[in-house]
Every structure is written in C-alpha cells, then in structure tokens.
C-alpha cells in the first residue's frame, strides 16, 4: 500500500471551504474550489493534464460526493463522444488451455474454473459468431485467442478469417487480441485489415509480478507498441480489484495514457471459483465509478470502455458509469455470461444515449441495417437471427460469475 499521505478528496462543489492558514504552517490541503471535479472537468478541457495528486484525490472522492464526480466527468465525455456508445463484441476464437499463470484468468494454467474449453474455431463458425455480433449492434468485433502469443500458423488462420469478415462487413472494425506477438506478426494482421490490437497491462507495472510469474508487464508493453508500429490503433486496459492500491492504479491509468492507447477498457475482477484470486471482492458500486471517473479525467479523449465485471460491480449503478465511458461489451464475455444484449441496448437508450454508427456521418454507418437495429432496441428482439433468441439474463448482480455456456464454442446461439 501507498506510504504517502492520504490526498485531499474531491469535494462537491456545495463543502465549505477551508480557514486560512497562519504563516509557517503546513501547506494546506487545497480548497475545494479547487478540487472541485467541475473545477479540475474545466481545466482539464482548457487544456490541463491531471496530475499524480489529483487522481489521487479522484479515487479518495467520498462515496456522498461521488456522483457529482460522475456529472464532471460526464462533461469530458460530452466533449469527446457526445452521447454516442460504442458497442464491442466479443468472440472467443479458442478458449482455456493456457499455459501462462495470471491469476486472475479463468483460462490460466491450472484453473479449475468450470468455463469452456475448445481450441481453435474454424473459420466459418468465427465468422458467423462475429456476423451475430453485428448483427446485435456492435461496430467492433474482438477476435480473441487464449495463449502466451500466436504461431506464425495462427496469425494465417485468424488472418484468413478477419479477411472473411472484412469483405462482408467493411464498416466494421476489427480488433484482435492473440497475446504476446513476435516480430513482424502485427505487419501480417495490419496488412488483413485488423484496426486495432487488444493487449492489456493489466495492471502497474510495481503490481505485475504479484499477478503474473509467466510473463512479464514489459512482455507486454513491447506488444502494444508493435501493434502501434504497424499501424493498428492500441486497445490496452485494466483489471482492478486485484490488490492494488490507489498508487498502483494511478500508475497504471497513466502508463496507459502515456503509451497511447487509443481505448481503454476497465476491467472489474471477476473472482472465479478455481483460481487464485477466488473469493476476492474489493470494489463497491461508487468505487467502480470512481475508477472509471479516473480513467476519464486522466485521458479525457480516449475510448474508456466499461468492461467484463461491470454487471456484478456496478449492479444498479451501470447506467451512471455511461457519464464517464463511452464504450462496452454486448451481450457475453470470454468465459462469463454477461447481461442479456437487450438489457444491454435498453440501458443505452433508456439513458439518453445511442450505439456509436446508428446515425448517419457516424463511423460504421451503414443505413438500414443500422436504423433496423435501432428501432428494434428495448424490444424482445433486435435484429438478425442471433438476438431474439438470447432473452436470458444471466450473471447480473450474482455474486460469483456464471461461466459462459452458449456462443461460441457451444451449439446454442449467442447473447448478442
Ligand atoms: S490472460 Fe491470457 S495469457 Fe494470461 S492466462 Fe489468461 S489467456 Fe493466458
């Protein structure tokens, strides 16, 4: 844990402010003029970078002060993405069967955790999972494979499935996340199409060794920049809940922001029965938003997306975290069930928001298919053949996660 002193909080912008000090004194603690996060929101879109000691002060926000900290931040993401929801879905291309040991993967060496496992899906099957995602209002497409890193032969064989996709669905983006790439591997994904590459640091690099003995936090820095090299656009996110202090997440938040990546997802740890980190439960709702709150104040314009966790950690609060990320995943996760993809759309919506390319001039824009999808939110069924079947809510606020048993890998349509 931090040695340094507790920060200032943030402060609403109603608190009294501080007496004056007498000459000699301590320096003070500033006001909350000063912290305010409207205050710290007006800066920052004037051109302010936040500083180590005002994240600090973000993540010690009281939990009463908390949700006028969300409406500061929802003024950096008005700025950015309007009201716009980018909708990211998932396929898990193979699943479980790693041989590295991160604790708090449910596909690691060792797990007992009761998920799928499968190796490789072949190309049509991937597709046609990518096509249902689409089909249910996602713009991006993550083609994920679990594993330390890609062969040569896998990057052919995702290769030719991204190929597939592209040429079916040129408005989408295509995003992978195949683990640590060796030289000139990036080049190859690139030159298919894929926009951007997944590879999360997961969290500080003071924190890595604690979570992760197979691999290392700068094994993992060395991928992002490859992808950054070869021209895809860099998706590198968090997990938090695993032990690691304010400090820690302060550092991990801006090591992200300092190496670029254009979008970050938040993870909240799911503890899976089986693995090392079972049973570890740190965030509570308000704290959850105020890790996001974080992320958003730290890189005002970069996609902050509200990933895996997000059901069972912001519960009820999910459609508040939306005043601060601008993107999610549809429907499941890699291994766990997540809300249904109507609930999904529905809260959307039903907050005053809209799926990033359902409007014209938008990125993925493709007319009707888009309109269709949008009429169609908050109903039973959305569009395509994949989402009037999924009506089931799953994990939600449970308490552990539900392995995923449907989508890919399965017989059984997806949550999408
Ligand atoms: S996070 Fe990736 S590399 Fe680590 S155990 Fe899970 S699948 Fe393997």
């Not at 992978?176 to 060796?182: D, H, N, S, T």
């Not at 938040?266 to 899976?272: D, G, I, K, T």
Request: with cysteine; glycine share 10%; proline share 6%.
């Amino acid at each position: 844990m931090s040695q340094q002193a507790a920060p200032a909080p943030m402060q609403a912008d109603s608190a009294p402010t501080s007496a004056p000090t007498a000459p000699g004194a301590p320096t003070p603690a500033p006001t909350p003029a000063a912290t305010s996060p409207h205050n710290l929101a007006a800066r920052i879109l004037a051109g302010h970078t936040l500083t180590h000691a005002e994240a600090l002060a973000l993540l010690a926000t009281p939990d009463e002060d908390t949700l006028d900290l969300l409406n500061a931040a929802f003024r950096l993401r008005r700025e950015h993405f309007g009201l716009s929801v980018k909708v990211n879905y998932l396929v898990n291309l193979k699943s479980g069967l790693c041989p590295e040991d991160c604790t708090y993967c449910s596909q690691r060496l060792g797990s007992a955790a009761q998920i799928l496992k499968y190796t490789w899906l072949d190309k049509d099957e991937a597709v046609r999972q990518a096509k249902l995602g689409i089909g249910g209002g996602a713009r991006r497409v993550c083609m994920v494979a679990s594993g330390r890193g890609p062969t040569d032969r896998d990057v052919d064989r995702v290769s030719a499935m991204i190929a597939d996709l592209k040429a079916d669905h040129p408005e989408i983006e295509v995003c992978a996340c195949l683990g640590i790439l060796k030289d000139g591997q990036a080049e190859r994904l690139r030159a298919v199409g894929v926009d951007a590459y997944n590879h999360n640091i997961n969290t500080a690099e003071s924190h890595y060794e604690d979570i992760c003995s197979t691999h290392s936090y700068a094994d993992r820095v060395a991928t992002v920049e490859k992808a950054q090299a070869a021209g895809m656009s860099a998706c590198s996110g968090i997990i938090v809940g695993m032990g690691e202090s304010d400090e820690q997440l302060v550092e991990a938040v801006f090591a992200l922001r300092d190496m670029g990546s254009d979008s970050i997802p938040v993870n909240f740890l799911m503890p899976f029965d089986g693995t090392p980190l079972e049973g570890t439960w740190e965030l509570s709702p308000l704290r959850a938003l105020r890790i996001l709150a974080l992320v958003r104040f730290a890189a005002p314009d970069r996609e902050l997306r509200m990933a895996g966790g997000r059901e069972m950690h912001l519960r009820s609060l999910q459609p508040i975290a939306l005043q601060a990320a601008n993107s999610l995943f549809l429907g499941d996760y890699l291994t766990s069930e997540g809300q249904s993809a109507e609930e999904d759309l529905a809260m959307i919506r039903d907050n005053g928001f809209h799926v990033l390319g359902e409007r014209p001039g938008e990125p993925g824009f493709t007319g009707a298919s888009g309109e269709a999808c949008a009429s169609a939110a908050g109903e039973s069924s959305c569009c395509g053949s994949g989402c009037g079947s999924t009506t089931t809510t799953a994990a939600g606020a449970s308490a552990t996660p539900a392995p995923r048993k449907r989508g890919a890998g399965t017989d059984l349509d997806p949550n999408a």
